[in-house]
Nanobody, 121 residues
């Protein structure tokens, strides 16, 4: 299983970006996005589970949308109204994670390489 994330970049506050994560190999129940800002621990951003159930961390609700194209085996994160505090390296992850652990990074065994998102004020 391989995950490859891309789509990061530099954007002004209030702008938008779409991250993509192309997966190869078997499919999983949960596909998520996590992020890690400089000097901070990796944190949960969003997850899509069983193809339709979506969960978000509170700070991105209403601004970010997670989706997945099953035919292309590609995960997306549409990010709107970006804020400087969204600056981080964003990682995609996949795994057969039970519902109560979908926001826990240690529950995922397959990770992409990360893509940097920088939001300027």
């Amino acid at each position: 299983v391989q995950l490859q994330a891309f789509g990061g970049g530099l954007v002004q506050a209030g702008g938008s970006l779409r991250l993509s994560c192309v997966a190869s190999g078997r499919t999983f129940r949960s596909y998520g996005w996590f992020r890690q800002a400089p000097g901070k621990e990796r944190e949960f951003v969003a997850v899509i589970r069983d193809r339709t159930r979506r969960y978000y961390t509170d700070s991105v609700k209403g601004r970010f949308t997670i989706s997945r194209d099953n035919a292309k085996n590609t995960l997306y994160l549409e990010m709107n109204n970006l804020k400087p505090e969204d600056t981080a390296v964003y990682y995609c992850a996949a795994g057969d994670v039970i519902l109560s652990y979908v926001s826990a990074s240690e529950a995922y065994h397959h990770w992409g390489q990360g893509t940097l998102v920088t939001v300027s004020s």
